[in-house]
């Protein structure tokens, strides 16, 4: 189990250092009068440090490195 937990750890640790975030479209309402209903398209961007993707995959290699065999 602990080796599986590693190698997810390292694979999103290195997707982590690869991508450093992502953008979504979020519709929201403007305005809300009665029948008149006004709404735009909102960009949302999450983003990480990249410091994140790397403490992922040394943890996911000490995981690795400490388990039984």
């Known amino acids: 189990?602990?080796?599986t937990i590693?190698?997810?750890?390292i694979v999103v640790g290195a997707?982590?250092?690869?991508?450093?975030?992502?953008?979504?479209t979020k519709k929201?309402?403007?305005?809300d009068a009665g029948p008149i209903?006004?709404?735009a398209d909102r960009e949302?961007?999450?983003n990480w440090p990249p410091y994140l993707g790397g403490?992922?995959?040394?943890?996911?290699?000490?995981?690795?490195?400490?388990?039984?065999?």
Not at 59 to 65: N, P, Q
Request: no cysteine; proline share 0%.
């Open 28 to 31: 929201e309402k403007i305005i």
């Open 44 to 46: 949302k961007t999450v």
């Open 55 to 69: 403490i992922f995959v040394i943890g996911g290699i000490v995981i690795i490195a400490v388990s039984k065999k």
């Open 1 to 3: 189990m602990n080796k």
């Open 37 to 39: 209903q006004v709404s």
């Open 6 to 9: 590693g190698i997810l750890l």
């Open 15 to 24: 997707a982590m250092l690869i991508w450093t975030g992502f953008t979504y």
